[in-house]
């Protein structure tokens, strides 16, 4: 596989391109359609969960038969942390690759112009070299407390080459680092790492708790990327890659969960203790990407971890606690 392939297309020209945005409800979903709509690409063609359920093969050919977008971008999945991977693996393969096969599938077939699948950087091996690149794909297993999702996530990828090598159709592939920002998921079981300590941090807090425990050691290393910095990456890969290779989407920046854990501490100003259960599991010890074939065609992130995470606590407490 060569190396990325820098060109321009029409993407951003073409203001009436009609534009699906599969999961735009959700986390990166929602940031995508934000950052098309600031740029007047307004014919969006959206649809919530009950309005099509890209589980079903029969829904989603019709829907594309009918609609027939020019762009598609495949940012709808079944996510969750270690907690809801280790409970749920059926929902968590079968589902992602259904939604997968069938959004890939029928746009290909319903003349879509270009696709942009987006996974997660999950996909790598669990002892992968760090910085991870995107050449550390399938060199060794998974980490077993989300490989039901990351074999879902790889075999998306792996369907778009094989459609771009069978069909000559340009469909690419994006692998964010961890996201955050406005619309997580601050469930108190089922989310990621960091909507989980800041909605932990933000009720002990009101219930004016002396403390506040943490599982593990806090010693694994993270990267985060706000999801408005995802949104402006896969605009710019929309419009400027074409290439076989996925390519990694990351900041360039990790953190201690330890030092992530204070600084939500901070952002939200709980003044009690910090402890940590080292009776429980610490997943994968460190995940950089490494994304310089991305900033290497011009894209760099802009939002800084503090100013996200301030940013995201406003969200939540004007948009979950306010409910």
């Known amino acids: 596989m060569g190396g990325p392939t820098?060109?321009?297309?029409?993407?951003?020209?073409d203001k009436s391109a009609k534009i699906f945005v599969a999961g735009h409800g959700g986390l990166v979903g929602s940031a995508i359609v934000r950052k098309l709509q600031s740029l007047g690409l307004t014919n969006?063609?959206?649809?919530?969960?009950?309005?099509?359920d890209l589980t079903r093969q029969s829904d989603v050919e019709s829907f594309f038969a009918a609609?027939?977008?020019?762009?598609?971008?495949?940012?709808?999945?079944?996510?969750?942390?270690?907690?809801?991977?280790?409970?749920?693996?059926?929902?968590?393969?079968?589902?992602?690759?259904?939604?997968?096969?069938?959004?890939?599938?029928?746009?290909f077939r319903h003349g879509?112009?270009?696709?942009?699948?987006?996974?997660?950087?999950?996909?790598?091996?669990?002892?992968?070299?760090?910085?991870?690149?995107?050449?550390?794909?399938?060199?060794?297993?998974?980490?077993?407390?989300?490989e039901w999702y990351a074999?879902?996530?790889?075999?998306?990828?792996?369907?778009?080459?094989?459609y771009r090598i069978q069909y000559n159709w340009d469909a690419i592939s994006g692998m964010p680092t961890n996201l955050y920002g406005p619309n997580d998921n601050f469930h108190p079981e089922n989310s990621h790492v960091l909507p989980a300590l800041m909605r932990r941090f933000h009720e002990a807090k009101v219930s004016k708790a002396k403390e506040v425990v943490v599982w593990?050691?806090?010693?694994?290393?993270?990267?985060?990327?706000?999801?408005?910095?995802?949104?402006?990456?896969?605009?710019?890969?929309?419009?400027k890659y074409s290439g076989l290779e996925h390519l990694n989407?990351?900041?360039?920046?990790?953190?201690?969960?330890?030092?992530?854990?204070?600084?939500?501490?901070?952002v939200v100003g709980f003044e009690g203790e910090l402890v940590w259960d080292t009776s429980k599991p610490d997943g994968t010890p460190r995940k950089l990407m490494d994304s310089s074939k991305l900033l290497g065609l011009g894209w760099t992130p802009k939002i800084s971890l503090k100013d996200g995470l301030v940013d995201t606590y406003k969200w939540y407490v004007e948009n979950v606690v306010k409910q």
Do not use: W
Request: charged content about 20%.
């Open 6 to 13: 820098h060109y321009s297309s029409d993407f951003l020209t």
């Open 44 to 52: 969006l063609v959206l649809r919530s969960h009950s309005e099509l």
């Open 67 to 107: 609609e027939k977008p020019q762009y598609v971008i495949l940012a709808a999945a079944k996510v969750g942390g270690i907690h809801a991977n280790n409970t749920y693996p059926a929902d968590f393969i079968a589902i992602n690759l259904q939604i997968q096969t069938n959004v890939i599938d029928s746009s």
């Open 112 to 146: 879509a112009k270009k696709l942009l699948f987006l996974g997660s950087s999950c996909i790598y091996p669990k002892l992968a070299p760090q910085p991870i690149p995107e050449n550390a794909l399938l060199t060794g297993p998974l980490e077993p407390t989300n």
């Open 151 to 162: 074999v879902a996530k790889i075999s998306g990828i792996k369907m778009c080459q094989a």
């Open 216 to 239: 593990g050691t806090g010693s694994p290393l993270r990267e985060f990327l706000h999801v408005d910095d995802l949104a402006d990456a896969v605009v710019f890969l929309m419009d």
């Open 249 to 266: 989407v990351g900041s360039g920046k990790e953190v201690a969960i330890k030092e992530l854990a204070e600084l939500v501490k901070e």
